[in-house]
């Protein structure tokens, strides 16, 4: 049987999804969030996130993202 082992995240991911936008923030330990940013729910839109979130220097391993449906 293998051992859990509990992954350690470095940049935290809030996605607020909405009928054809998200909002999106994120923020390290220690820092306050980025101010959000809205995207269009397209593959262009999360194409950007994606860049985004990748170019502040965080393995995409060590990336939590959570998401919430606006209205749930």
Do not use: C
């Amino acid at each position: 049987m293998m051992a859990y082992q509990a992954a350690s995240y470095n940049l935290f991911v809030g996605v607020d999804i909405a009928k054809a936008s998200a909002s999106i923030a994120w923020m390290t330990s220690g820092r306050k969030p980025s101010r959000a940013m809205t995207i269009e729910q397209t593959p262009q839109g999360f194409r950007s996130i994606q860049q985004r979130l990748l170019s502040t220097g965080h393995a995409a391993r060590i990336i939590l993202v959570v998401m919430e449906a606006t209205g749930s």
